[in-house]
């Protein structure tokens, strides 16, 4: 189910996952560059602290920031404040929490969280599910919270019924399926709705949107591109909706380096 709104002239499909390989450099196209985080700039580690952020991630992100004129945000399910702590010093305009926080240019800070008391309610449920399995793991978000299972696989489907059966009788809120991992979040908000309000907004607005993400919840952020005629590029394995497709997260790289050295040089 792969929709083409690859803007160049299209290279041969890479197999073996589908869609074509995301464009060399812009030309003179000017890109507002969304990215998310963990699976797509970092690899995926057993608990979300223990990702290490590669050596060169830093210097790559601020020539992208150079490259585009300072049209590049981070779209990620994380926190800003944890964004801000693994790239410290660097800090990039950022959705967090899969679009409940905004981090605008001008570092002004947009919260769309409202709270509500059933939510409470389920946070209790997963920190009393982890006191009964040490091999879970909470990440409480604030606005929204995470049960990561990444240890405990072969709990996945127990605890997808679990999450099912206690949401029923929540209005407002949503579950979101991840690799490993289960997060219950308010429903108004997602990673669609940042990169609209990003590119609403000078140094983003009137800029061709371009996201790259790897996991489920990064579909809407694939859609939110794809309808402003934008590049969505898909890191690894499996259907998406994005139009191009990089095999992993060192590709990625490899990629985000490319096109910043040939933005800083043409
Ligand atoms: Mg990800």
């Known amino acids: 189910m792969l929709r083409t709104v690859n803007r160049s002239a299209s290279p041969a499909p890479t197999p073996p996952f589908g869609g074509t390989e995301p464009p060399a450099h812009p030309g003179d196209d000017p890109w507002a560059l969304f990215l998310d985080f963990d699976g ?40 800003i404040a944890a964004l801000d702590a693994l790239l410290d010093p660097l800090k990039l305009p950022a959705a967090g929490l899969h679009g409940l926080e905004l981090r605008m240019p001008d570092e002004t800070v947009e919260e769309a969280a409202p709270r509500n008391p059933e939510f409470a309610e389920l946070r209790s449920r997963f920190h009393s599910l982890v006191r009964e399995d040490a091999r879970l793991v909470v990440e409480d978000k604030g606005a929204s919270v995470a049960l990561h ?23 407002g809120h949503q579950v979101m399926h991840g690799k490993m991992v289960l997060e219950i979040r308010p429903a108004h908000a997602d990673k669609g709705t940042a990169i609209d309000r990003f590119l609403e907004t ?4 009137g800029r061709t949107p371009v996201f790259a993400g790897d996991d489920i919840t990064d579909e809407d952020g ?11 590029v898909k890191v690894g394995d499996g259907e998406s909706a994005a139009a191009c497709r990089v095999p992993d997260v060192a590709s990625l790289h490899h990629w985000l380096a490319g096109i910043a050295r040939t933005r800083a040089c043409g």
């Open 202 to 205: 000078p140094p983003f607005a």
């Open 222 to 232: 694939f859609a939110a591109v794809n309808r402003h005629g934008g590049i969505s």
């Open 40 to 79: 797509t700039l970092v690899e995926l580690a057993m608990t979300p602290d223990a990702v290490v952020v590669p050596l060169k991630l830093r210097a790559t992100l601020s020539a992208c920031m150079e490259a585009f004129d300072g049209a590049v945000a981070l779209v990620s399910g994380r926190p």
């Open 149 to 171: 299972f990444r240890r405990a696989p072969e709990r996945e489907r127990e605890l997808r019924e679990f999450v099912a059966r206690a949401m029923t009788p929540h209005n």
